[in-house]
């Protein structure tokens, strides 16, 4: 096993337009070159693995060469028939169709007349290896799942590199894990060797790419591990990122095919450097939303638990309040009054926090039944209607004069316009807060307008983000969970419907919720 170095790429080839053998066939797919016959009639006999890589398919047998070329068919194929008649040797260049977004695939071609027919050699240009790059940058860029991250760099590297197998490695516990396999490598994923003396510990404790020849001979540990595979050369890059060694990429061909070349060792080199950029962000995000849903099930389950005695601490106040128990001064009920308030806040703020949890796992679902949106605004008015008596403000509502009936999940929708009417008492110290419902179409608009403190424009970007309000002297001042937009927009979404807002710092908010008609189900 050594440290891969760089030979010079096979030039001339001599090959005779007859049928073609098994392990001759093998050969010509190693091959860096495209390799392609033609007929007389310059239809396709046969075609090596290079050109299906870069058409992006495989070709089959028959296909006129000309349906091949993106652009001058009527020149090529003149020169092709040219070649036939007089028997001299052409250079070609060519855009192919098809490759990955139906990009042209540029590569030089030299024709020679081979029995009856044509062998045409063909070689991608320098500007399309760089193509090649980009587009594996492109593909690894689109996918997060680090399952199909991984399935993805490995379709990739058997691409790029000719060969027949690929796999991701990685160390765990002082084993080697194969954890993605495509081709003749799949019989090893999932599974588990000893790492000393394995190509894996080598490529990450020297940070070199390695390779090995006579792979299914080598005793290595893999190979002990999963004696069933079948395979010759094989090659290994680190996958290095952030100063962070995060496994290796491993290519590998058949037990009778040729080493991998220089050429394709650079790309696997390349490629390794794009693919250890996604599998780090990959890692980050899986470890972001892991942290996410830990903070998710925290807050369902302490909110659960504080509910509970919530519960029973708003019924002994009912109880007192009621003075079913016995009497109670009016300094004693004054008291208790402020209890039920406080009490309440924080029913409210549990709430909140479940609602959050139960819509970041998705388990809200939407109820619909046929209602008045008079019901629902008057039903909404009624929660809050104690804060703005308390803070001495007015509540205004205009409705159309015909009645207007929607349905949709009216208890979902007056948690919508409850946390709206709520957030517009809340910040607003004189003046009201004026509700209008107009039908526009075939949707319902609420708006919501209050004589606030506004909202600065550089702040509406955050706005409806978790955990957020407008800045922490205001969550200081009016306290809360900061999930009551966030809730409310992802609500109305799931009806089907949105959140419009236009405000003016120290002018007042109009906060707009509009609302299908007829709820539908998403497909």
């Known amino acids: 096993m050594n440290a891969v170095g760089r030979e010079s790429p096979t030039r001339g080839l001599a090959i005779q337009a007859q049928p073609i053998e098994r392990d001759a066939a093998h050969l010509l797919d190693a091959l860096e070159a495209g390799v392609l016959i033609l007929s007389r009639d310059l239809r396709v006999e046969y075609a090596n693995a290079r050109w299906s890589i870069w058409l992006g398919s495989s070709i089959s047998a028959g296909v006129a060469f000309i349906s091949l070329v993106r652009e001058n068919g009527a020149f090529v194929q003149d020169e092709l028939r040219a070649a036939l008649a007089d028997g001299e040797t052409r250079n070609l260049h060519l855009n192919l169709i098809g490759g990955r977004d139906n990009a042209p695939r540029h590569v030089s071609c030299c024709v020679r007349v081979a ?10 240009d320098a500007d399309d290896e760089h193509a090649a790059m980009h587009d594996t940058a492109r593909r690894l860029g689109e996918v997060t799942d680090m399952v199909e991250v991984l399935r993805t760099l490995c379709d990739i590297a058997i691409q790029q590199c000719g060969a027949s197998a690929a796999a991701v490695l990685r160390v ?25 003396g394995s190509l894996l510990e080598k490529a990450i404790s020297e940070q070199v790419i390695v390779s090995e020849n006579h792979f299914r001979d080598s005793g290595r540990p893999l190979m002990r591990a999963v004696p069933e595979l079948s395979l010759g050369p094989v090659i290994l890059a680190p996958l290095h990122a952030h100063g962070e060694t995060l496994g290796v990429l491993a290519v590998a061909r058949g037990v009778s095919a040729k080493p991998f070349r220089a050429r394709e060792i650079d790309r696997l080199r390349m490629l390794a450097d794009h693919a250890a950029l996604a599998v780090h962000k990959s890692m980050l995000l899986m470890q972001a939303q892991s942290a996410d849903r830990a903070k998710g099930r925290f807050l369902a389950t302490m909110s659960h638990e504080l509910r509970t005695p919530l519960t029973a601490l708003a019924g002994y106040n009912e109880l007192l309040c009621d003075q079913v128990i016995g009497p109670v001064s009016d300094p004693q009920l004054d008291i208790l009054e402020r209890m039920r308030s406080v009490t309440m806040h924080l029913s409210a703020m549990i709430e909140e926090i479940l609602s959050f949890t139960n819509l970041e796992e998705g388990r809200e679902l939407v109820r ?19 804060m703005a008596d308390q803070k001495k403000l007015t509540l205004e509502v205009v409705l159309p004069k015909t009645p207007v009936r929607i349905t949709s999940d009216i208890d979902k929708s007056r948690q919508i316009l409850v946390n709206l009417l709520g957030n ?9 807060v004026r509700v209008v419902v107009r039908k526009t179409g075939d949707d319902v608009r609420i708006d919501v307008t209050d004589t606030g403190i506004g909202i600065a424009e550089e702040e509406l970007a955050r706005l409806f983000r978790p955990f957020a309000q407008v800045d922490t002297g205001l969550t200081r001042r009016h306290g809360g969970t900061g999930l009551g937009l966030y809730i409310s927009r992802r609500l109305v979404t799931l009806l089907g419907g949105h959140i419009e807002v236009n405000s003016q710092q ?3 908010s109009t906060f707009s919720v509009i609302f299908p008609v007829a709820w539908e189900a998403r497909s």
Do not use: M, N
């Not at 993605?180 to 000393?196: Q, R, S, T, V």
């Not at 619909?368 to 104690?386: G, K, N, T």
């Open 172 to 196: 765990v516990d002082h084993q080697g894990e194969v954890v993605a396999a495509a081709g003749d490598l799949l019989p090893a994923l999932g599974h588990c060797f000893p790492l000393e």
């Open 424 to 432: 517009a008492l809340k910040f607003t110290d004189a003046g009201g």
């Open 506 to 508: 120290g002018a007042g």
């Open 368 to 386: 619909p039944s046929e209602f008045l949106v008079a019901d629902l605004v008057r039903a909404s008015i009624a929660v809050v209607q104690p």
């Open 115 to 124: 029995g009856d027919g044509l062998v045409i050699e063909a070689h991608a």
